[in-house]
């Protein structure tokens, strides 16, 4: 049975003693789950305007900050993490990734156009040079698979359906992963080879494997990827032990194998034909709990389905199943996410007034959401280095294509959540095509409920200025929508024709 061979790839890919390993996942969540910090200290040109975004990823999801200079530039700024190491994604432009370990001081010079960032311990500035590195020489391969796979997700329904389209894009797909594994490896040899092993060489092999293959396994594609990767040259034979040491050093394993059980949960889930409903959610986790082979990964996964929930789904039985999945977790600072993920969605439930959100325009003239009373207005926040965002760009004419003339009553805004310059803003927005309102957010001036931990988010308000949907979808999953049973509020909130 095709459910059976899913579960069974599962387990052999994690490769978890769920029976005897209640002490061990224990200690894993504490260690995952530890509360830390780093520091972030130096000086930022005047064009940054004293502020720049950044954000660190997280055993649940990304969390955004802002690193705020003083008159003169400078900044020293203590920055909370989960664990002993994570990623920053910091936005200059462009998305530079680096590794962090807890406990770590990294000196940040933030210049007008590029960035230099050194530490004292030789072996982790190693790292950091070796993070450029990858940065120049692979960030447009990655982004390019990034694309293939939405491309792939949007042909095949979001793989709700195959189409000899679809097939085709995941053929590229797995191949562009192949080559991308090759390149990045002879990266990493190479950089090795002519300044020595950084500290963490092993986070940035498995980073340059796993990063990428977290798509594949996203499209359900795992069985057709070659097994002669280099990492499981190095480690011939997973077992617990090895799983959890990368699990807990590396993000992108983390994601990846997050993202295979919740694929083989999503196969099982459409097998057993469950549909959206009342009670499907509430099956799904019921499924994921049945098949998941290790307890806090199980814990780990409901919690991000309910991340899920609250930005995609849009359930209205979404408190019940916040609820329902709090009672059964265990983990202290799982269940403080939660509680905090509650509180936010009290804050936006469709109907309360909208939080106070001020923009402006490319010559700075204020822009406020009282301005579009008697019109609903579709917010598409997002920023440069955002290559999910690029892709949602893409796909806005075909939105506007498919509903030509039922958009009077709607005003569509882009709303940059960083400060770019006039100029900036109208080279890239030129770049790539965007011609509806974009506008830039004035984060001083607006309600932090806009201070989103990742990017697109797109929120939808009503006439009367109030929340008609939070989280709201965005274009490619309206336009996905469109042709189903369960039409998105976009769609529903468009003038009858």
């Not at 305007?49 to 203590?78: I, T």
């Not at 530490?119 to 190693?126: F, I, M, N, S």
């Not at 959206?276 to 389905?305: C, M, T, Y």
């Not at 999945?325 to 909208?354: F, Q, W």
Request: proline content about 5%; overall charge positive.
């Amino acid at each position: 049975m095709k459910i059976s061979r899913t579960i069974a790839y599962l387990l052999l890919s994690v490769c978890l003693l769920p029976s005897a390993m209640a002490v061990e996942n224990t200690a894993l969540a504490d260690s995952l789950m530890a509360e830390t910090s780093f520091v972030l200290r130096g000086v930022m040109s005047k064009k940054w305007k004293g502020s720049v975004n950044f954000a660190v990823s997280d055993p649940v999801r990304n969390v955004g900050h802002k690193l705020e200079a003083d008159g003169r530039g400078r900044f020293n700024m203590a920055v909370p993490m989960r664990g002993p190491l994570q990623q920053i994604y910091l936005y200059l432009g462009g998305t530079a990734t680096v590794p962090v370990c807890a406990g770590d001081t990294l000196n940040l010079i933030i210049e007008d156009d590029d960035m230099k960032l050194t530490v004292r311990d030789p072996k982790a500035q190693l790292d950091y040079q070796l993070a450029e590195e990858v940065h120049n020489k692979m960030r447009k391969r990655f982004i390019d698979i990034n694309h293939t796979f939405n491309d792939y997700r949007q042909a095949s329904g979001y793989g709700l359906k195959n189409t000899a389209r679809s097939d085709s894009l995941l053929a590229v797909l797995i191949s562009k992963t192949d080559d991308y594994h090759a390149r990045y490896k002879a990266v990493v040899d190479a950089f090795v080879a002519s300044h020595g092993s950084p500290r963490l060489e092993e986070y940035f092999r498995v980073e340059g494997y796993y990063s990428p293959l977290r798509f594949v396994a996203i499209a359900g594609a795992l069985d057709r990827v070659g097994s002669k990767g280099y990492i499981s040259e190095k480690y011939p034979a997973e077992n617990s032990t090895t799983f959890r040491g990368r699990f807990l050093k590396h993000p992108a394993y983390m994601s990846f194998t997050l993202n295979n059980l919740n694929f083989a949960v999503g196969n099982a889930t459409r097998a057993f034909g469950l549909t959206p409903g009342e009670d499907s959610f509430r099956k799904s986790i019921n499924i994921s709990r049945l098949i998941s082979p290790d307890s806090f990964l199980e814990e780990l996964n409901e919690v991000k389905s309910v991340d899920a929930e609250v930005r995609y789904s849009h359930d209205p039985n979404l408190r019940r199943n916040i609820a329902y999945v709090y009672e059964s977790i265990s983990t202290p600072a799982l269940r403080k996410h939660l509680e905090g993920i509650m509180a936010g969605v009290e804050r936006v439930a469709p109907g309360r007034p909208a939080p106070k959100l001020v923009m402006k325009d490319a010559d700075g003239k204020r822009v406020s959401l009282e301005d579009f009373r008697g019109k609903y207005v579709y917010l598409d926040f997002w920023d440069f280095g955002c290559g999910a965002c690029i892709n949602e760009f893409r796909i806005m004419p075909q939105l506007h294509e498919r509903f030509a003339g039922k958009t009077g009553n709607m005003e569509i805004i882009t709303v940059c959540i960083s400060d770019p310059s006039k100029d900036k803003l109208l080279k890239f927005t030129e770049k790539h095509g965007m011609n509806d309102r974009n506008l830039i957010l004035d984060r001083k001036k607006s309600d932090d409920i806009y201070e989103f931990d990742s990017l697109p988010a797109n929120v939808l308000i009503d006439p009367q200025g109030r929340i008609a949907e939070f989280y709201t979808d965005r274009p490619s999953v309206i336009l996905l929508r469109s042709s189903t049973s369960y039409p998105s509020a976009f769609e529903k909130a468009l003038t009858p024709q």
